[in-house]
């Protein structure tokens, strides 16, 4: 196994109004710096997590300075309390005072935080300037990477402010995600197993075998789950390469999911706040008499493995209250005149099209019930022994 897939590289277009060409592979950061003399530059800027700069960005660093290429290292934090226009705007004042100019390029090294920051900067200045994107988390490299959408929170929700960006290339090397916690490594899944409910349903069976035990991130199991989730997700992005029409399926569980991360201020992170939003979506569709008791089952079996774990959240508890996570949906970035839709399953592996956008109006007071339905069913699953937050 390892003669197959380390050191080598392999690339696969994603499929976007500017298709994009993402390189990957297990122990390729040292090809990247001969991907990078394909290109005319004046200097490199580094946008780098500062959680791995010693683990990861300082290496990555020396090796392309190694190579006698420009580059500067410029460190963020990779904080949603910092993914913000005033975020942005440091990050841009501080590039410039650096020099930057239109001949540099952007390397975003980091997860999907830094990802969003330094391709939304390099969106930014100058009227913009090429940007490259390094995923480094299992997140970034299966969702957030797949996707030229660049964006920071707003004054009152998630994602409110951004425009479509694309990079020259991504570039995703596997080992990275080998040091990122299980927790982040399952929530990421959780996005994977979103696929495979709104459209992919032959991969149902891979996630419902998944076995992904605390402190196993076995970097081929790795890459087997990558090969799995960016495929399934580069199959709907071929149907809507614009992401504006019918790959907003993609945002299935996201209303409720960036509710419940921006209320918490990202305690409950991106793919855990986003499998919640998915289980209340199944109340909703169950109740509408859309899908089955048993497909609504098959959410929580196929997510609770991936985001119930073991966390000790009581203390938010009453910043997600049913009725202030209604009352924070107001504030959903897919809002139109008419007010918020939600995205819901006709059945498995096909979303609902009443109005020809994918999306349903919904009344208030049925999502207030079906988010309490959620919350019944998750104290039923505390429980039985799984750790979340409790209302
Ligand atoms: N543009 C899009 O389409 C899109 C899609 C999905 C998510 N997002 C955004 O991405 C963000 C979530 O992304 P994320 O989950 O990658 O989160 P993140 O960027 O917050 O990273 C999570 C944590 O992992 C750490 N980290 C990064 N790489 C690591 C590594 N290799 N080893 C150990 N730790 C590492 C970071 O320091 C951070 O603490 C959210 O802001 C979300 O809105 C955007």
């Known amino acids: 196994m390892d003669t197959e897939y380390k050191c080598k590289l392999r690339s696969k277009t994603i499929h976007l109004e500017s298709p994009v060409e993402m390189y990957y592979g297990i122990d390729i950061e040292k090809c990247f710096a001969d991907k990078l003399s394909e290109y005319t530059f004046d200097r490199l800027f580094l946008i780098c997590d500062s959680a791995i700069c010693d683990i990861h960005g300082l290496r990555l660093f020396e090796e392309i300075k190694g190579k ?14 910092n993914k913000t226009m005033r975020g942005l705007e440091k990050l841009c004042d501080e590039l410039i005072a650096e020099r930057i100019s239109k001949e540099s390029i952007i390397v975003g090294f980091g997860g999907g935080i830094t990802g969003n920051m330094a391709g939304l900067a390099a969106a930014l200045i100058y009227r913009g300037i090429r940007y490259i994107e390094v995923p480094t988390t299992f997140m970034g490299m299966t969702d957030s990477s797949l996707s030229n959408k660049q964006a920071v929170n707003g004054g009152s929700g998630k994602n409110q402010l951004g425009t479509f960006n694309a990079p020259l290339f991504v570039w995703c090397d596997i080992r990275y995600a080998e040091t990122e916690g299980i927790r ?27 076995e992904l035990s605390d402190g ?8 087997e789950m990558f090969c799995h989730i960016t495929d399934s997700k580069n199959k709907i992005l071929k149907q809507d390469p614009t992401e ?41 569709c169950e109740k509408l008499g859309y899908i ?12 609770f493995p991936h985001f119930y774990h073991n966390l000790h959240h009581f203390e938010i508890a009453p910043l997600i209250t049913p009725g202030k996570i209604l009352q924070q949906i107001k504030n959903d970035n897919k809002r139109s005149g008419a007010g918020v839709k939600y995205v819901l399953l006709k059945k498995i592996g096909e979303c609902m099209n009443p109005e020809g956008d994918y999306q349903v109006a919904l009344d208030d007071n049925l ?12 104290k039923t699953l505390r429980e039985e022994g799984y750790v979340y937050f409790c209302v």
Do not use: W
């Open 367 to 378: 999502v207030l019930e079906c988010i309490r339905r959620y919350y019944a069913n998750v």
């Open 68 to 81: 006698n290429i420009p580059v500067c290292l410029h460190v963020i934090e990779p904080a949603e309390t």
């Open 292 to 303: 089955s008791d048993e497909d609504k089952v098959l959410h929580y079996r196929l997510l």
């Open 184 to 210: 982040h490594i399952k929530a990421a899944v959780t996005e994977g197993i979103k696929n495979a409910l709104i459209y992919d349903t032959d991969e149902i069976e891979y996630f419902q075998n998944l």
């Open 216 to 223: 196993s991130t076995d970097v081929f199991k790795l890459y």
């Open 244 to 284: 504006k029409g019918y790959s907003v399926i993609l945002e299935y569980g996201h209303t409720f999911g960036h509710a419940i991360e921006y209320l918490t201020d990202g305690m409950i992170i991106h793919g855990e706040a986003v499998a919640s939003g998915m289980c209340i979506a199944a109340e909703i």
